[in-house]
Every structure is written in structure tokens, then in C-alpha cells.
């Protein structure tokens, strides 16, 4: 029976295969430009660009592509592997094209996947209300270290109360009903919403 020898893949196949994986796992994060993958023990650097191209000014609208600065971000993303993620995104300031306008330069924001001056990704931020508004606060916070995300209790209340409650419709007709627990004793009051008054 002829014996399997170890395969020697090609630099190319090897390339192909980091970056299918690369847009694998962080397909969340497409639009962006992932330019390198670092392992940093209990962390995974992922550092990344914003892609060129013209950007709207935020105040007139004009469209432009002058870099006036680079900037770097580092939000913490969701969790790999059981590990914390960083980002790393370079962000580009913008100058304003139009001689009219008031705002001179401007950051690029990147919808979807940033907002403004949070220190975690959209979808870490959207994950971490998930956990918290099943174990509510304390819990939570002993919870979450456990699956990679870095957020101590404090964090867990703010989200917690950061979070928008569903719009319910307000009833426009309510019953009010008294029942006995133990008749004599102890009555409970039940509301019921959409009850038409007799
Ligand atoms: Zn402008």
C-alpha cells in the first residue's frame, strides 16, 4: 500500500488559504481593508483600514478624497477562538473641497461597523446587550470574561440601561379585575389591555 508523504503546499495555495480565512471570520468587517492578523496571547490584533475613495462632507455634502491626517482607532471586536479581539483601524481626516464651506476637515465614519467615539464595534456592542439583558448586570459581568469580552460590571449596568425598550402600543381600553388569593385574606389585582367596559 503506498505511504501518503507529507504535501508541501505552494506559497500561493498557502496565501489563498490565510485570505479566504481572513474574509471568513471577519466578513462582518468587509468594509474594511483587513491588512494583517496578529496573535497576541489572550488577544487577536486585526489591523485594518478604512478603503480609499471619496467621502461626503458631513456639513455641505461635497464629495472629496483629500487626506488631511491619518488616524488610528482601536475598538475591541467580538471574540475568536475564545479571545479578545482588537482592532486596529486606521481612519482618514478629511479637508472639506468646498471653499464655502465652515467645516474645514472632517473624520470618516464607518457605518455599520464603528460609531462615533465607542470604544467597541457595533456588533460587540450588540452582543454584549444580548448577554446583558438575559442575566441583568452582576450576572453578566462574571459572564462575559468567560467568552471573551472584556466588560466589568459597570459597563454591564450601562448597557443594560442603554438599552431601547420595544415601542409596545399603549391600550386604549384597560380592565381592572380584583381576584382572591385566599378569599378573606389577600386579593391581587389583574389588568388586562383591550377589555371593552360592560
Ligand atoms: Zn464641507
Known amino acids: ?17 490565510a485570505d479566504s480565512l481572513v474574509r471568513t471570520v471577519f466578513s462582518g468587517l468587509s468594509v474594511l481593508r483587513i ?6 496571547g489572550d488577544t487577536v490584533v486585526v489591523r485594518a483600514s478604512t478603503r480609499d475613495g471619496a467621502v461626503a462632507c458631513p456639513s455641505c455634502g461635497t464629495p472629496t478624497e483629500k ?5 488610528e482607532r482601536i475598538p475591541a471586536d467580538v471574540p475568536i477562538d475564545g479571545r479578545r479581539v482588537l482592532l486596529r483601524v486606521r481612519v482618514r481626516r478629511m479637508r472639506c473641497r468646498s471653499g464655502t464651506c465652515a467645516r474645514k476637515t472632517f473624520r470618516e465614519q464607518v457605518p455599520g461597523v464603528l460609531e462615533r467615539y465607542q470604544r467597541r464595534t457595533v ?4 452582543q ?33 440601561l442603554g438599552i431601547t425598550l420595544p415601542d409596545r ?13 385566599r378569599r378573606s385574606h389577600e386579593y391581587a389585582t389583574v389588568r388586562k389591555p383591550g377589555v371593552q367596559p360592560n
Open 123 to 126: 456588533r460587540l456592542t450588540e
Open 67 to 71: 487626506v488631511h491626517a491619518l488616524h
Open 128 to 160: 454584549l446587550r444580548a448577554i446583558v439583558a438575559e442575566l441583568v448586570g452582576r450576572a453578566s459581568a462574571r459572564v462575559l470574561p468567560a467568552v471573551g469580552i472584556s466588560a466589568g460590571r459597570d459597563t454591564a449596568i450601562r448597557t443594560l
Open 169 to 181: 402600543p399603549v391600550p386604549r381600553v384597560l380592565g381592572i379585575d380584583d381576584f382572591a388569593l
Open 1 to 17: 500500500m503506498p505511504r501518503l508523504g507529507i504535501l508541501a503546499w505552494p506559497a500561493w495555495v498557502l496565501c489563498d488559504v
Open 35 to 40: 491588512e494583517g492578523v496578529e496573535d497576541a
